[in-house]
Structures are given as structure tokens and as C-alpha cells.
């Protein structure tokens, strides 16, 4: 490997980072302020980096914002139980393993942010469908390849490039915007 190598990288993910559309971040931000207001549930999740990606933005929001605000956010990841999710993908399949958990906890209203580089993982597939169909509010960051979940979703950021690394790292970007727009104050006084 050689310095071009990693500098073409960070071009990449530069060109990346400035193709997020900052208007949809605005407006998932406002969804998220009034689920903050009305004592509503937010659920995330996704698969690999992704999954790691909706543990960290629960962290943040739930510890990190919370902690700011003194209102605390009603958060959750649906990666974070690894006994429930082998015992459901056992049990059931691996495509209910997101869907079963929100039978336990979600109601109408409600938020769900879900995060896929394709868009088709059948598990986030499923999730967002019966999602759609019990009244809560759906929300993907997907890949340049869009997928299902751009059509099923309510509102969607399509970060617009195929490379994974890029984009997991482009969705945790737009997590810590998201964030730090309650830490940092921003979005409350608005």
C-alpha cells in the first residue's frame, strides 16, 4: 500500500460525507424531538457494522443527550440482547429476530431508525413492513443500492455510495449529527 492509496480513500469518504442530504437529517431530527416531547419509544437496528452502528447512537442518545436534556429519551437497539435475538432466530427465523422484540415494546407512534448499506436484509425488510402496518413511523439510511427499504420506509437518507465501509461510516455520521443536535442544544431551542 502506498499514501495514494489511503488519499484517494479519504477523498472517497470525504465526496461521501458531503453528498448527505443535511434537509432529511433536519427533518428525521424533528421527528425524533417530537418523540422525545410525547414520552414515545425509538428503535434501531441493523445487521454487522450496522448493528454496531444503532448500539453506539443508542449510547449516545440515551446516555450522551439524555444526560443534556435532564428529559431522558425512551431508546432502544434491537441488536443488544443476544440471548433473545439466537433464541428468536432459533425459535422462529432470523428474519423475526427485530419483529418479534417490537411485538414486546412497540406502539402506534412510535419510532423505528433502521440502518442497511442494501436495503433488502430480509430481517430489516420484514421489520419495516409490520412496522408500517402497527402505526409507527419508519425511518432507513441505506446505500447508493437503495433497495427494498427505501420504498417501505416513511422517510429514508440514501447515502449515495455502494462501498460498505463508507457508508456504515456516513451513517454514523448522520447518528451523531442526529445526537449532537440535542447534546449541543441545538435542535431544543428551535
Given at each position: 500500500?502506498n ?13 461521501t ?8 437529517v433536519?427533518?428525521?431530527i424533528?421527528?425524533?424531538k ?7 419509544q425509538?428503535?434501531?437496528f ?9 448500539s ?5 442518545l440515551?446516555?450522551g ?8 429519551f ?5 441488536n ?7 433464541a428468536?432466530g432459533?425459535?422462529?427465523?432470523y ?7 417490537m411485538?414486546n415494546y ?16 430480509p430481517?430489516?425488510?420484514k421489520?419495516?413492513k409490520?412496522a408500517n402496518?402497527?402505526g409507527?413511523?419508519?425511518i ?8 427494498q427499504l427505501?420504498?417501505l ?6 447515502i449515495?455510495?455502494t ?5 456504515e461510516?456516513?451513517?454514523?455520521t448522520i447518528?451523531?449529527m ?8 441545538e435542535?431544543?431551542?428551535?
Open positions: 500500500m499514501q495514494a492509496y489511503f488519499q484517494t480513500y479519504l477523498a472517497s469518504q470525504k465526496a460525507y458531503d453528498a448527505i442530504p443535511v434537509d432529511r433536519e427533518r428525521i424533528q421527528l425524533m417530537q418523540c422525545w416531547e410525547d414520552d414515545r425509538l428503535f434501531t441493523g445487521n454487522g457494522g450496522s448493528a454496531a452502528n444503532a453506539h447512537f443508542i449510547t449516545d440515551g446516555k443527550a439524555s444526560d443534556v436534556l435532564g428529559k431522558r425512551r431508546c432502544m437497539s434491537l443488544d440482547n443476544v440471548a433473545w435475538i439466537t428468536l432459533n425459535d422462529y427465523a428474519e423475526d429476530i427485530f419483529v418479534r422484540q411485538e412497540a406502539r402506534p407512534g412510535d419510532l423505528v431508525l433502521m440502518m442497511s448499506v442494501s436495503g433488502n436484509s430481517n430489516l425488510v421489520a419495516a409490520w402496518e402497527n409507527l413511523l419508519t432507513a439510511l441505506v446505500g447508493a443500492k437503495r433497495g427505501a420504498d420506509a416513511q422517510e429514508v437518507i440514501v449515495e455510495d462501498h460498505y465501509g463508507r457508508v461510516d456516513a451513517q454514523m447518528c451523531h442526529l445526537c449532537y443536535g440535542f447534546m449541543e442544544q435542535i431544543v431551542n428551535q
